[in-house]
C-alpha cells in the first residue's frame, strides 16, 4: 500500500506523470491515491524528488531510500 | 462564462496560453481553465530560454527578464570547467511575470481565462470528446465544447480520460528538484551544468544565476535513480558542499519527462500540447520553447478546423509538429541515452580536451568534434540532427 506524507508534499504531479494506472488525483494542493486503481507498482515512489511517498507493507512503514 | 464554446484549453502555462491564443486569434471562442489560483504559481522550473525560442512569440520586456545569458560553462565530475561562448543569446526568465504576460496576449487576443478551475474529467458525444467537467470554487459544472486542447503539464490526467497513453516511463521521468538561493557569487551572465555520478547521475545539475547573486540550482536525476537515492539528497549535498550557508528563498519539486512525443497527440475532439504531449527537448530538458510552439500550431489547426467546419482537420497538428520538432526530438532522446551513460572518466577526458582549444576557438563545431571523438557511436546521431530540416 502506497503512503502519502502529505505535510512534505509540493504538489509538483512528477508522481503523477510516472502512474501507469491513473491512479493519483492531484488539485492544487491536495493529493491522494486511487487505491481500487492501484496495482502497488512502487513507479512513484521512486520518481517522487522529495521522499514523499512511501511503500508500506501491511501498516509497517518501509523505507524506500 | 458561458456553457458552451468552440474550444476549451485546460491548464495556463505557456503551452495552454499559445493554444489559447492562435485559437482565439482565428475568431473562434475560447476559455482556458487553470487549477491554480494564480497563472503561472508556483513556478517549477530553472527559467533558462534562448532568445531566438520566445521571439517568434512574444517580444522581449525587462519584466520578466531576470539576466542575459552569454556564456555556457561545463563542469566536469573532476572540477575542471570549460567555458564556451553560447552561439545564441540565452535569457533566465522571472517566469511568473512571463507565464502571466503569456496569459495576457491570449486574453487580448479575445480568449477568457478562468483560474481556481480545477478539470476532473472530459464529457463525450458517442465517441467524441464534447467538453469537460471542472469544478470551479467548489462547485461542479459541465461546459460543452467542439475541441478540447489538454495542456495540463507534467501531470497530464486529460489526455487519459480520452484514451491516449500519456504516462512517462519512470525511467525517462527526471526527477527535479530545484533551490533559489541568494549569496550564490557566480558570473551572473553564464549557465552553469554539473555532469558525473555524484552530482546528478543521469541526468545534470545547474546553476542558473538571476541577478545579483540570486541563482536557481536544481538538478534532474532518472527514476531509475531515484529508486536508491531521490534528487532532493543529490541537492543537499552539492548545497551543502558548495554554498552551506547561502540563504534558501524557495525550493520546488518537479517532474521533468525527457523523451519523445507521444505517439498520439490527437484523437476525436482532443488535442495534446506541451508537457501533457511530452514535447519537452530530451536533451536539455527545457520545454518552455517547444511547448509554445506546439501550443501555437495546436491553436492553429483548431481555430481553423472551426472554421471549416470539419473536426477531422485537427489531426493535421500531429504532422505538422512532427515536422516542426517532433522528429528531431527523436535524435536528440537518442543522444540523451549516449550522454546519460558516460562515465566520469568520459566526462574528464572530454573536458581535458576541450581545454586545450583556446577558448576563442570553441566553436560548437569544435566541441562536437572533441565528444565525437570520445564517443564515436554518437557520430551517426549528430549528423542526423545536422542535416535535419
Ligand atoms: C525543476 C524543473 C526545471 C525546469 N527548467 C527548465 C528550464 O530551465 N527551461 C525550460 O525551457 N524548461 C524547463 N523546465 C520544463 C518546463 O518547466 C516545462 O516544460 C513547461 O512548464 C511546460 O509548459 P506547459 O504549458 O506544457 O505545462 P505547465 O507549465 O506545467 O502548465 C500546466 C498547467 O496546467 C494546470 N493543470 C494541470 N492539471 C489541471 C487540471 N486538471 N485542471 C486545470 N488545470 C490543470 C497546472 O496547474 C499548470 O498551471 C523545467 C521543469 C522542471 C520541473
Ligand atoms: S512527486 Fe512527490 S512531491 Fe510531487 S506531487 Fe507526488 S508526492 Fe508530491
Ligand atoms: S504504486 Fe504504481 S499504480 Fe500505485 S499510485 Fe504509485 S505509480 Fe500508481
Redesign the interface.
Known amino acids: 500500500m502506497i503512503e502519502i506524507l502529505p505535510d512534505k508534499c509540493?504538489f509538483?504531479?512528477?508522481?503523477?506523470?510516472?502512474?501507469?494506472e491513473?491512479a493519483i488525483e492531484?488539485?492544487?494542493a491536495n493529493i491522494k491515491i486511487i487505491e481500487e486503481l492501484c496495482t502497488n507498482c512502487n513507479?512513484c515512489v521512486?520518481?517522487?524528488?522529495?521522499?514523499v511517498l512511501k511503500f508500506n507493507r501491511n501498516g509497517v512503514k518501509v523505507e524506500?531510500? | 462564462m458561458k456553457n458552451q464554446y468552440d474550444i476549451i484549453v485546460v491548464g495556463a502555462g505557456p503551452s495552454g496560453s499559445m493554444a489559447a491564443r492562435f485559437a482565439a486569434e482565428k475568431g473562434v471562442s475560447v476559455l482556458m481553465l487553470e487549477k491554480d489560483r494564480d497563472v503561472g504559481y508556483p513556478v517549477r522550473c530553472g527559467e533558462a530560454v534562448s532568445e531566438a525560442g520566445i521571439t517568434e512569440f512574444i517580444e522581449i520586456d525587462k519584466r520578466w527578464i531576470s539576466t542575459e545569458i552569454n556564456n555556457f560553462s561545463f563542469i566536469a565530475p573532476d572540477k575542471s570547467e570549460v567555458i564556451l561562448p553560447l552561439p545564441d543569446r540565452g535569457y533566465i526568465l522571472e517566469r511568473k511575470i512571463f507565464d502571466y504576460a503569456l496569459a495576457e496576449s491570449a486574453a487580448k487576443a479575445g480568449a477568457e481565462i478562468q483560474t481556481r478551475a480545477y478539470v476532473y474529467d472530459l464529457i463525450f458525444d458517442g465517441n467524441n470528446v464534447s467538453g469537460v467537467k471542472v469544478e470551479i470554487g467548489g462547485e461542479q459544472k459541465e461546459i460543452k465544447a467542439k475541441i478540447v486542447i489538454a495542456a495540463d503539464g507534467v501531470e497530464s490526467r486529460v489526455g487519459r480520460w480520452g484514451g491516449l497513453k500519456t504516462y512517462t516511463d519512470f525511467r525517462e521521468m527526471e526527477s527535479g528538484v530545484q533551490v533559489t538561493a541568494s549569496n550564490i557569487p557566480v558570473n551572473q551572465n553564464t549557465i552553469y551544468f554539473y555532469f558525473g555520478e555524484k552530482v546528478a547521475p543521469e541526468g545534470y545539475l545547474w546553476v542558473f544565476p538571476k541577478g545579483n547573486n540570486l541563482a536557481n540550482i536544481g538538478l534532474g536525476v532518472s527514476g531509475m535513480i531515484g529508486k536508491k537515492k531521490s534528487a532532493l539528497v543529490y541537492l543537499n549535498e552539492f548545497m551543502e558542499e558548495h554554498y552551506p550557508d547561502a540563504p534558501i528563498l524557495t525550493r520546488v519539486a518537479g517532474g521533468i519527462p525527457c523523451t519523445v512525443t507521444l505517439d498520439r497527440i490527437v484523437t476525436d475532439g482532443l488535442m495534446l500540447v506541451g508537457d501533457a504531449a511530452r514535447q519537452i527537448n530530451p536533451l536539455s530538458g527545457g520545454g518552455i520553447a517547444s511547448g509554445m510552439i506546439g501550443g501555437s500550431i495546436a491553436g492553429k489547426v483548431a481555430g481553423e478546423a472551426i472554421k471549416k467546419n470539419d473536426l477531422s482537420y485537427i489531426y493535421q497538428y500531429e504532422k505538422d509538429w512532427n515536422n516542426r520538432l517532433g522528429k528531431r526530438h527523436k535524435t536528440f532522446d537518442n543522444i540523451k541515452n549516449g550522454i546519460f551513460h558516460f562515465s566520469d572518466d568520459k566526462f574528464n577526458s572530454i573536458a581535458k580536451s576541450i581545454l586545450k582549444v583556446p577558448i576563442e576557438k570553441r566553436t560548437l563545431g569544435n566541441i562536437f568534434k572533441i565528444a565525437l571523438f570520445n564517443n564515436p557511436s554518437l557520430l551517426l546521431d549528430v549528423a542526423k540532427v545536422f542535416f535535419q530540416k
Open positions: 509540493d509538483c504531479g512528477c508522481c503523477v506523470g510516472v502512474c501507469p491513473d492531484l488539485k492544487e513507479k521512486w520518481s517522487c524528488p522529495i521522499e524506500n531510500k
